[in-house]
């Protein structure tokens, strides 16, 4: 199975891609996890949020396939303890998708579209992050999922 995160635009800082790099090498021995960078948009400078939105939106939904297990990255979406996460992972896992695929949002968040066809809402917040660091939050929470499936010391309740 693969775990996918998809996320609008290249990781343009390099301390995100070094941290983020740390994380991709030690999840190796764990899962197919990987980063998926859709491209920028051109001509977005003039278009309003909504419109935006909605752009990114049908970008966004062309990469999804239809059995894919779409789970977005959002604020107001379900908030869990790493140990939850880790067990709420499990399960979508265990339901047995080719591909879960988590999203990153644009600097609106996602369309309507988009949350339609959502299987799954995750907040790893109530603070709202960068879209560019979030990936190396988020990565850096699948390696602690990972690691406490396996019971190795790296989480510490
Ligand atoms: C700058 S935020 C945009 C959020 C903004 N509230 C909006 O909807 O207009 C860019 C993206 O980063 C992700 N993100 C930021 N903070 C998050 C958090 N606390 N939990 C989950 N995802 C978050 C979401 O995917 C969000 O769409």
Redesign the pocket.
Known sequence: MDIVLRVMGKTSESYLKEGIEVYLKRLKRYAKYSIQEIPDLKGMKNRNASEQNIAEGQELLKTIGPSDFLV????N?KRYSSRGFSEQLQKWMNAGPSTIVF????????SDEVYARANAL??????????QM?RLFFTEQIYRAFTIFKNEPYHHD
């Open positions: 977005l990255l959002d604020e979406g999203m990153v949002g644009g600097p609106f968040g996602f995750l907040s790893l917040s109530d603070m709202t992050f960068s879209h979030i």
